[in-house]
């Protein structure tokens, strides 16, 4: 909104010419996003409490502490952190940018089926909500739709490829399969981040930190200079994906200042499905889907703990873990819940030092 109201006017005025930079749109996202998170948050939290008066309902199965000190703390946060990411974007963003429209398209559809599943959860007062089945049909159509729509933008060529990283212009040619390709890798990561989503603070911090790596990598990718430097895939527009990242950034630290032990709200499926979403996105516009499975490894390494307690439950009767995701085993090993989500965040700081890397070594 900004950047075409305001750039237009910068032969008149020189401090206006300030829009035309993606890194100054990109810190001004982030702190709009902020300020939106800080003065919504408090309004919005009495608002949950008060159609939610018992809360978030909680896992009878689960860690036995969960049943005491979390209940009665309400759900569906992600909608502050989807109202502050939505109107930052807006604000700072260049919004002729097709990748910025995909991307949001993405976010808010499945941040609509993570909704839908917390409000059934809510009324029905049980951990069921949308049936699985259902979920992902839907998570298919958004993914395969944003795919396509994604891959239509791109330079004739390389949206119907993978991208390698640590070898240069190696790209795996997928055709007119790709999109289906990028379906699962949003669908992958949407998953992942809400499967990591059990703890205070454990899935808002690493995706975050994700959120920053591919920040950089977004502007990177998006100039022509920075990417023929790196050998890494120029992609016109690609760049105006930091100023969206930038603002996701800025809301997740938002809702941190409210999900901070001991939560004050929990951000739900609202928020999870939608910033899992966001960051695959981003990932295939970028070209470095592979990438995100190491930047985000973490929420890899949560999903495989809980496909290999169930297959392996399923065949042998036993459990592998004490209880799945993982860090609940790590609960259920006598850990506190401050060590095991900082312990989590060091390591996704690590892994995303690795996914950097990744830009250098060719």
């Not at 008060?50 to 946060?77: A, N, Y």
């Not at 993570?114 to 959860?121: E, H, I, P, R, S």
């Not at 401050?338 to 996704?348: L, Y």
Request: proline share 4%; charged share 10%; with cysteine.
């Amino acid at each position: 909104m900004l950047y075409a109201l305001l750039l237009p006017l910068a032969g008149h005025i020189h401090a206006f010419n300030l829009f035309r930079y993606i890194t100054f749109r990109a810190g001004g996202a982030c702190l709009t996003a902020l300020v939106i998170s800080f003065w919504a948050g408090p309004r919005l939290i009495r608002t949950l409490k008060s159609m939610q008066r018992h809360g978030q309902p909680i896992r009878l199965d689960g860690p036995e502490r969960h049943l005491i000190e979390k209940k009665g703390t309400p759900t569906m946060g992600g909608v502050l952190i989807l109202i502050a990411l939505g109107l930052s974007t807006l604000i700072w963003a260049d919004l002729d940018n097709g990748y910025v429209w995909a991307t949001l398209l993405v976010t808010f559809g499945y941040g609509a089926i993570g909704f839908a599943d917390d409000f059934l959860k809510l009324t029905r007062r049980n951990t069921k909500g949308v049936s699985g089945r259902v979920k992902l049909i839907a998570q298919a159509l958004i993914g395969l739709a944003t795919a396509i729509w994604i891959t239509s933008l791109m330079p004739a060529g390389l949206g119907s490829e993978l991208a390698v990283p640590l070898f240069k212009n190696l790209l795996i040619p997928f055709g007119f399969t790709f999109p289906l390709v990028a379906m699962f890798v949003l669908m992958g990561a949407s998953n992942s981040v809400n499967l990591t989503d059990g703890l205070d603070g454990l899935a808002i911090v690493p995706t975050m930190i994700a959120a920053g790596v591919f920040a950089f990598i977004a502007y990177l990718v998006g100039n022509r200079i920075f990417a023929g430097y790196l050998e890494i895939n120029f992609i016109s527009g690609a760049g105006e994906l930091a100023v969206f990242l930038s603002a996701l950034i800025g809301a997740g630290l938002g809702f941190l200042w409210f999900n901070a032990p001991p939560a004050a709200v929990f951000m739900g499926d609202t928020g999870s499905l939608s910033l899992g979403g966001a960051l695959g996105a981003v990932a295939v516009a970028t070209k470095n889907e592979i990438v995100l499975a190491i930047v985000g490894g973490l929420f890899v390494v949560e999903t495989v703990s809980v496909i290999v307690q169930v297959f392996w439950f399923k065949r042998t009767g036993r459990r592998v873990f004490l209880m799945a995701p993982l860090h609940h085993h790590f609960e259920k090993k006598g850990w506190a819940e401050p060590t095991i989500v900082i312990r989590f965040w060091i390591i996704a700081m690590i892994l995303a030092l690795v996914g950097l890397a990744t830009l250098k070594i060719r």
